[in-house]
């Protein structure tokens, strides 16, 4: 049976992860390499690496990053922030990462998404979206959420499986960072929507949280960062706990 | 010396990396004389199947591979691209293997992705790999079940996991990112 994954988020500045962490074996704690390699130990299904300063100086630095994560890392990896043409894509994926996850600039050109599918495959596109419930619907936003557009959340979904996106990361911004559980409504709506595995992210903060997720929705994936890097959820607890409910994973 | 085929646009340094993990030197390279002086060769692949075969055709990979005799392991469409044919862009193959390659109904989620176990499992390959162990894949198209299927996985339906016929194997998933479970695979084909 195909499992449901759990996906560990690192946020990546300047070729470190940021926010701290609490793994005491982890001399370095700033050092993502580290951290992903505890990761995998633990049983995380894929990584997600995402660069939240993205300038053009710390490209070079995020490549150098990418090639170390790859010679190191034995499971799937996606690296997304601050991607905006198939250039940054090649180097990417050439540098070793098997995905890429795009967020505002497919919103600004909806053609990358088939350009990277065409050139790389499907399979290697992450579309990211930022919802958030406003005005009695959910829109779509960008940059990082600081931009909201006329984009209703559940068509741009549709939009982004027809331009040749792999995967969805659908993360509610009114639930990120507050622990209380992951957007079901939303993430029901869109996973039941399209046909394209979806991953749910913000939200979590215990344990049933996921197991909710899981069971209230046609998600394949949920993805977390502080709950991980603060060692309130640990992984392989998590994995025993969702075990004993009866959903399939690694 | 291990010679992986390059034959394609997009990341086949993975399978390379992952060599590197194990100690094991290895060379990306689509030279007729330096993959025929390998020891051991990798068939990757991640892309369009007609796409892919029109490079192989063009580059004359085609009948090298069809007439190797060293221990041979193709992954993902590299699996594929060993059958008769592929409904991926209506393609003939390589016709190693004898079945063919086909679309994933849209029953559930396409592509196939994330980490599977298996139905049952056999051969040299899966050496200390039991049916429980978890593998990863990624992919819309299928190889239907046939004699030279040694492993087979749930999805929608029964496909080839795995399939052997001689010198030749071949995985749907991704050893190269399936943690130690994958690693213990690619260490079997290196025993060969």
């Known amino acids: 049976m195909l499992k449901k994954r759990i996906i560990p988020c690192l946020d990546i500045q300047n070729g470190r992860t940021v926010k701290g962490v609490n793994f005491v074996e982890i001399k370095d704690a700033g050092d993502p390499i580290e951290l992903a390699k505890r990761y995998v130990i633990e049983g995380a299904d894929e990584l997600v690496f995402l660069d939240i300063t993205a300038t053009i100086e710390n490209r070079k630095t995020l490549i150098y990053l990418v090639k170390n994560i790859a010679a190191e890392i034995n499971i799937p990896f996606t690296v997304g922030g601050g991607i905006n043409s198939i250039e940054d894509v090649k180097s990417i994926i050439n540098a070793g990462a098997d995905k890429v996850s795009v967020n505002s600039s497919a919103i600004k050109k909806p053609e990358l998404i088939t350009q990277i599918a065409t050139e790389f495959g499907s399979q290697c596109v992450v579309v990211a979206i930022d919802t958030k419930f406003t005005d009695g619907e959910w829109v779509v936003y960008s940059h990082g959420g600081r931009t909201k557009t006329d984009l209703k959340t559940i068509n741009w979904s549709k939009t982004v499986e027809d331009s040749g996106a792999g995967e969805i990361l659908l993360t509610s911004m009114n639930n990120d960072g507050t622990k209380s559980g992951f957007a079901i409504d939303i993430t029901n709506d869109v996973s039941k929507k399209v046909n394209i595995p979806v991953i749910a992210s913000g939200g979590a903060g215990s344990q049933e949280h996921f197991k909710e997720v899981f069971q209230k929705t046609e998600t394949t994936a949920a993805l977390a960062a502080s709950v991980f890097h603060y060692g309130e959820i640990p992984i392989p607890k998590l994995k025993q706990y969702l075990k004993e409910n009866n959903i399939p994973v690694r | ?192």
């Not at chain 2, 044919?85 to 994330?114: A, Q, R, W, Y």
């Not at chain 2, 894949?137 to 996985?153: D, G, I, L, P, R």
């Not at chain 2, 080839?160 to 050893?175: C, E, G």
């Open chain 2, 1 to 192: 010396m291990i010679a992986i085929i390059k034959y394609n646009a997009g990341n086949i340094s993975s399978v390379q990396n992952a060599f590197n993990r194990l100690g094991v030197e290895s060379i990306i390279t689509d030279n007729h004389e330096e993959i025929l002086s390998a020891d051991r060769i990798i068939f990757p692949g991640v892309g369009e199947a007609s796409f892919a075969m029109r490079h192989l055709k063009a580059n004359g990979l085609d009948a090298l591979i069809q007439n190797c005799t060293k221990p041979f392991l193709g992954i993902c469409l590299g699996l594929q691209l060993m059958c008769e044919n592929s409904e991926e862009g209506d393609v003939e193959c390589l016709k190693i293997f004898n079945t063919k390659v086909k679309k994933f109904p849209k029953n559930e989620k396409v592509p196939h992705m994330g980490w599977n176990d298996f139905k049952n499992v056999d051969g040299l390959l899966f050496n200390g790999i039991e049916a429980t162990s978890n593998m990863y894949y990624v992919h819309s198209y299928f190889a239907e079940v046939c004699e030279n299927t040694v492993a087979t996985c749930d999805y929608i339906l029964p496909f080839s996991a795995a399939m052997q016929k001689d010198n030749f194997f071949a995985t749907q998933f991704h050893p190269e990112k399936s943690a130690e479970e994958g690693e213990r695979l690619l260490k079997n084909f290196l025993e060969l």
